[in-house]
């Protein structure tokens, strides 16, 4: 069974800081996606990694996927309280490009305070 | 230009009592997927359908839960005879063709007594 731990599980922060959260498994992913999901709503897709050593920029968030293609980190810069919420990672697990039997982590709960 | 609609969004049942849960993907999205959120854990896969076809349920539990996917209409999961255990946040996502971003629905959180 391919697990993804999510780490911290929770971080509370202030306006301006700067947080990474991480990804790790044993298990090689063909891809790897980041979610972000708000209380009661459903998870949004941020951003998908593909290569190994890959890192990609969505404004003030920085992902990167591992050499091994086995984890990745979500590095966030300037916090700001909008970006509250939950982080997911999720790995494709049967691979082939298929991207729906996707594996979640438990996610890190980020609180940004004003 | 609506996402995937879920409903009911919460959704009460008693043990022994079947719950429906509906899912309407997105405007032109054929392909389906169930997804659990039980609490204290990640989300799981549980199955996808194409219309009028399950593709793979490898995630479904074997017993008391199925789902469909009509060629007209929503689509369906339904649990029969539920237990405390089913309690959870089931979410649908869909996409245009296998292999592309999924949208995820807003989620039905179903609570057994």
Not at chain 1, 66 to 83: M, N
Not at chain 2, 31 to 54: A, C, D, S, T
Request: aromatic letters at 10%; one cysteine or more; hydrophobic letters at 30%.
């Amino acid at each position: 069974t391919q697990l993804l731990e999510q780490s911290p599980q929770f971080l509370s922060i202030q306006e301006g800081e700067n947080l990474t959260v991480y990804c790790n498994s044993s298990s090689v992913f063909s891809s790897l996606q980041w979610y972000r999901q708000e209380p009661g709503e459903g998870p949004v897709l941020l951003v998908t990694v593909v290569t190994g050593g890959e890192v990609k920029k969505l404004k003030r968030l920085t992902f990167q996927f591992g050499d091994a293609r086995k984890d990745s980190s979500l590095h966030i810069t300037a916090a700001q309280p909008g970006d509250t919420g939950l982080y997911l990672c999720a790995g494709d697990s049967r691979g082939g490009g298929s991207n729906y039997k996707l594996t979640f982590g438990k996610g890190t709960l980020l609180t940004v305070n004003p | 230009n609506a996402g995937v609609m879920q409903n009911p969004r919460h959704l009460v049942r008693r043990r022994g009592q079947e719950a429906r849960l509906r899912c309407s993907p997105m405007k032109g999205h054929s392909h389906v997927y169930w997804y659990r959120q039980l609490p204290e854990e990640g989300l799981k896969f549980m199955v996808y359908l194409q219309k009028e076809n399950i593709i793979d349920e490898s995630g479904m539990p074997k017993e008391r839960f199925s789902a469909e996917f009509p060629k007209e209409g929503p689509s369906i999961l339904r649990i029969q005879q539920v237990v405390r255990g089913d309690s959870a946040a089931y979410f649908c996502a869909s996409s245009p063709r296998v292999g592309e971003k999924l949208f995820f629905g807003s989620g039905t959180q179903l609570s057994v007594l």
